[in-house]
Each structure stands twice: as C-alpha cells, then as structure tokens.
C-alpha cells in the first residue's frame, strides 16, 4: 500500500501562484504513474495533470495546460504541481493519485491510491 501525503494548498488571489507537493512512502513504491485531480463543491472529481514514473512524459487537462506544471523526483518519491496564473475556477480540494499499472492517466477510478486532499482557494 502506497500513502501519500498533499501539501502547500492555501489561499491565493485570482493571478497568483501556488505549488502543491505530494509525498508517497510504503513497504513498496512502485507507481506507472502520478496525478493530480481536483474536486470543487457539487462536482466530480475532475482530471488535472499525470506524469509517467518511468521517463516523466505529462499529460493535462486543457484548461490548466501553460498555467500548471506536474513534476517529480524519482529519488525523494515526490511529486509536485506548480500553479500559476490561478483562476477562481480552479479552487477545489486538490487530490494526489498513484497508478500501479498501465491505464488511462485521465481516469480517476484507475487509480490505486489515494491522499487525504489539499484545498486551494483562489479569489477573484
């Protein structure tokens, strides 16, 4: 089992940056990929950025492609999203996902584990 752990959400004015940072420990970590989805009150949760373990190939969702940036750093197992440019639709709670094996990176349900979430508010 994979435990992963969000930080750096807060407050923000419309314009403003943040970067979220995730953490992930266990007995074993193994993960095909990692992902950020984000859920805003009475939504879904929705898809936001992946990256591929292995050689660090990023997928987004269209409306945060050229604001938001998935990295990672394979030896200290941690992945981060950095926000620009934020938009008072992109407050949510903030989640990090890890994928053990190869799927759809935009699919939440293909997802094997789980952080507790993040909130990012951005004010207009």
């Known amino acids: 089992q994979v435990q992963l752990v969000e930080s750096g959400g807060g407050l923000v004015q419309a314009g403003g940056s943040l970067r979220l940072s995730c953490a992930a420990s266990?007995?074993?970590?193994?993960?095909?990929?990692m992902g950020w989805f984000r859920q805003a009150p009475g939504k879904e949760r929705e898809f936001v950025a992946a990256?591929?373990?292995?050689?660090?190939?990023?997928y987004y969702r269209d409306s945060v492609k050229g604001r938001f940036t998935i990295s990672r750093d394979t030896a200290k197992k941690t992945v981060d999203l950095q926000m620009i440019s934020l938009k008072p639709e992109d407050t949510a709670v903030y989640y990090c996902?890890?994928?053990?094996?190869?799927?759809?990176?935009?699919?939440?349900?293909?997802?094997?584990?789980w952080g507790q979430g993040t909130q990012v508010t951005v004010s207009s």
């Open positions: 990256i591929r373990w292995s050689d660090g190939i990023r």
């Open positions: 996902a890890a994928q053990s094996v190869p799927s759809g990176f935009t699919t939440a349900l293909l997802y094997d584990s």
């Open positions: 266990g007995r074993t970590f193994s993960s095909y990929a």
